[in-house]
Structures are given as structure tokens and as C-alpha cells.
């Protein structure tokens, strides 16, 4: 068949908007699938914010599929070695007294310092521990070795001046070939009077500090002395003044386990009955006085015989995903604590040996014993 020239031109005029058409239809489909494809990559995205910020607090029931996120800058505000043993502040006893009553055993003393010469400022948060120097030599003729202590008031000081830091410390005494010996620093600590000059470093520490969030929940188990972080917590949550200055309005659940060997050895006990009277409803306390209660074995009551009587509530605590806890004092009680909380956990249906490390590694359950 022949076409003329003019029929040809024709044909191919009449299959443009067919082109068009076509054309039209491709652009629409991939515009269609690219603008799905945005979308779906959008709603994957993580919240910028919350990789920097959030607290590493998981639910126990999700932590365990959960690889450990890498935060960034954890606590970067924190103060740490600000003063080191080379170039240790000198700061000034402003008081030292006994916090133990009429019939106590040992000696355990409430210490605070003047930090306000100091420059750079020795500053601090609530859970950091400083060191002490305590002044003279070893038997080997060389200056004696700091010795840490967890700090026991909050950032603002006990008056509330943010100037000062203030210590809880038991001075070590122990008897050795007929011998009482006591404790190098501690005795130091224990006998400094006020106007007295001491070497501070520090601060140090990020492992028992408190979250962020003012619904936490946070569960302490405390032998002695390891009440001073506690002490600094509960003045955070709870003491009027300081409430003021940190504007932090806790409104979780505080639940103290203390351990002492008797009544009189108690410490801070009336501020706590205070807190008791003036915040029923965020703060629960329960006392393990070794040498005064039995456990139900008959032998001397510890903290883990009361974790043990309470184990359900613990428990009920710790799978939400705000509770954190706290263990200070002697390094002792760690094996004791994790047979309670082994027993404790069996009665729940969970492992307790596969649910430490996972609170641990969720930034939760805090251990400084010594
Ligand atoms: P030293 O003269 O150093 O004597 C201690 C040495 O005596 C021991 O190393 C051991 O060799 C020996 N010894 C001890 N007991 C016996 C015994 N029964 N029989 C034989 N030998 C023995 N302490 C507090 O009081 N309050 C706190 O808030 C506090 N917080 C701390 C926080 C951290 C992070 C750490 C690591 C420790 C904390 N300590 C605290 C303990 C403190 O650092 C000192 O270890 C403690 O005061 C004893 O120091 P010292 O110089 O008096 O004793
Ligand atoms: P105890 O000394 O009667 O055996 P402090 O520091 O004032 O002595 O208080 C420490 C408290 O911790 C005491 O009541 C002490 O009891 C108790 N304690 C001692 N050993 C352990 C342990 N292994 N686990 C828990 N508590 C302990």
C-alpha cells in the first residue's frame, strides 16, 4: 500500500496526544510511588530529641530484644575532676557532729565543707562521690592515698547557699593482734574540727546519679553510711527550700531500705520521719536494725530479709519502665541482695540473673558498695 506524503504527516499528528497521554500516565505512577516511599522513611525516622535526651530506661519486658543504644555525650553537664590529687582545693570545715544517739555502736559523723574559694568551682550533683587527702605519711614514708566518699547533701548545700559539701562518715575500727586499729582517713575525717583546712578532689562518679523525670521511681537499699547519696536524694524531693531552688518536682515513688545495727544508729532518722509525716503518698521507709529484728530464720535482719518480705511490690515496681534502683553501703550485702531478689523473682515467674544486666545495661539499677 502507498501513502501520499500528506496522509503520512497526518497519521503521525494523530498519535501525539496518544504520546502524551502515555507520558502523562508514566510521571503520575512514580510521582505516586516516590511520594509513598518519602513517607513510609519518614514515620521510621527516630525523634532527633529523644536519641539525645532520653534516659536509657526500658521496660523489662522490652529490654531484653534490645541491643544497648550508643547515647551520646551520657551526662556530658556532669562534673567530673575538677580538683585532682596533684592540685587538690582546700576546703574548710564548717562543721563535723555525731549523727548517732545514746547508745550506739561505732562512731559516724555528718562533715561539711566550704567550697566557696573555691576557683575553678568544685561543684557537684546529687550520687557523686569526692576525695579526702588526709593529711600526713604511709609507712612507706609517702603521702597518704585519697579515699573517696559519697557526698551527702544536694548541689544547694545543706544551707541552701550552693557554697558547701557535706560527708556521712563511719570511722573504721578494727581490733588485730589485740590492737585496735583505726581507719586512716576516717579517723582524720572524724576528728577535724571547724576552721580545719582539708584537701578535696573530685567531684567523681556518674553511676548513681538520679533521672531526669519527676515521676521516677526510685527504690534504695542502703547498709550505713550508703544513706549519704540517699540523704541527698530525698532532701532533692522532698526538703521545702530545696524544692525551690531546684524547681524538680518529684511526684514518683521514693522507697527507702535501710539497714543499721541499731535504733540509736539510725541516721537522719527525724528527717525522714518529716518526709514520712509531710509526703505519705511518695515516700515509704523501711528499716532492717540488724542487732535489735530477726529475720524469720531467727538470725540478725538485713535489708535483703526485708526485700525479701516485700518482693512483690518491689517487683510490681520494677517492671515499670521509671523505676530505678539504688544499692550503697557494704560491698558485703551485694550477694545477699541478689539471692533476695533471685527469690523475689522466681515468685514473679522472671530470672533474676538475666534481668540485672538488663536493668544495668537500661542506665536503672545503680551499685556503689565499698
Ligand atoms: P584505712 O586506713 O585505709 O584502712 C582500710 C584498710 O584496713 C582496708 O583496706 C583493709 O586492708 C584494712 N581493714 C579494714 N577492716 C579490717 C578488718 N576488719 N580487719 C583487718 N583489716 C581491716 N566511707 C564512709 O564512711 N562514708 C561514705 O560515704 C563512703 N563513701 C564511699 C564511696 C566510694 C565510691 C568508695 C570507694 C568508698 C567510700 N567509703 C565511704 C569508704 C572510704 O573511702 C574509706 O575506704 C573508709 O573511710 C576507710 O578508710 P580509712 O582511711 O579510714 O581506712
Ligand atoms: P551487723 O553489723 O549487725 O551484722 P553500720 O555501717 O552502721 O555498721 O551498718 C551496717 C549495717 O549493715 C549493719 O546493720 C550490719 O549488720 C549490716 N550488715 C552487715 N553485713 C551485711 C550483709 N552482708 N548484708 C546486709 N547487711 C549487712
Redesign the pocket.
Known amino acids: 500500500m502507498v501513502y501520499s506524503q500528506a496522509k503520512v504527516i497526518a497519521g503521525g499528528l494523530a498519535h501525539i496526544p496518544v504520546v502524551i497521554a502515555v507520558f502523562y500516565f508514566i510521571l503520575t505512577f512514580f510521582n505516586k510511588r516516590a511520594l509513598k516511599f518519602a513517607e513510609a522513611n519518614k514515620s521510621k525516622k527516630p525523634e532527633p530529641k529523644q536519641v539525645e535526651t532520653k534516659t536509657e530506661s526500658k521496660p523489662v519486658s522490652t529490654v531484653k530484644a534490645e541491643s544497648p543504644k550508643p547515647v551520646k555525650k551520657k551526662h556530658a553537664d556532669v562534673p567530673v575532676n575538677i580538683y585532682r590529687p596533684k592540685t587538690p582545693f582546700e576546703g574548710t570545715v564548717t562543721g563535723n557532729y555525731s549523727l548517732l544517739k545514746e547508745g550506739a555502736i561505732g562512731r559516724?559523723n555528718h562533715i561539711t565543707f566550704d567550697l566557696k574559694e573555691s576557683d575553678p568551682v568544685l561543684n557537684y550533683v546529687e550520687g557523686q562521690?569526692i576525695g579526702i587527702m588526709?593529711v600526713g605519711e604511709d609507712a612507706n614514708g609517702k603521702p597518704?592515698k585519697l579515699?573517696?566518699?559519697?557526698i551527702?547533701s544536694t548541689r544547694h548545700g545543706d544551707d541552701f547557699e550552693g557554697n558547701t559539701v557535706s560527708?556521712?562518715?563511719?570511722?573504721?575500727q578494727?581490733?588485730?593482734d589485740g590492737e585496735t586499729?583505726?581507719?586512716?582517713?576516717?579517723?582524720?575525717?572524724c576528728d577535724i574540727k571547724p576552721g580545719d583546712k582539708v584537701k578535696i578532689t573530685g567531684p567523681?562518679?556518674k553511676e548513681m546519679l538520679l533521672p531526669d523525670e519527676e515521676d521516677a521511681n526510685i527504690v534504695m537499699l542502703a547498709t550505713?553510711?550508703?544513706i549519704?547519696?540517699m540523704r541527698a536524694y530525698l532532701r532533692r524531693m522532698f526538703e521545702a527550700t530545696e524544692k525551690e531552688k531546684n524547681k524538680w518536682n518529684f511526684k514518683g515513688k521514693a522507697w527507702l531500705f535501710m539497714g543499721a545495727p541499731k535504733s540509736a544508729n539510725l541516721l537522719y532518722e527525724e528527717d525522714l520521719q518529716r518526709y514520712l509525716e509531710n509526703f505519705p503518698d511518695n515516700f515509704k521507709y523501711t528499716k532492717a536494725i540488724s542487732r535489735e529484728q530477726q529475720n524469720t530464720k531467727g538470725g540478725r535482719m538485713y535489708i535483703q530479709d526485708r526485700v525479701l518480705e516485700y518482693a512483690n511490690e518491689i517487683f510490681n515496681m520494677i517492671e515499670n519502665e521509671k523505676t530505678h534502683i539504688y544499692l550503697?553501703g557494704l560491698k558485703g550485702m551485694e550477694p545477699g541482695i541478689d539471692e533476695a531478689m533471685t527469690k523475689a523473682a522466681e515468685e514473679k515467674g522472671l530470672n533474676w540473673s538475666e534481668l540485672r544486666p538488663q536493668l544495668k545495661k537500661a542506665g536503672r539499677w545503680h551499685v556503689?558498695t565499698?
Open positions: 559516724v562521690s588526709p597518704h579515699r573517696l566518699y559519697s551527702a560527708l556521712c562518715v563511719r570511722q573504721l578494727y581490733e588485730k586499729i583505726n581507719g586512716v582517713c576516717s579517723t582524720y575525717l567523681v562518679g550505713g553510711t550508703g549519704a547519696p550503697c556503689e565499698y
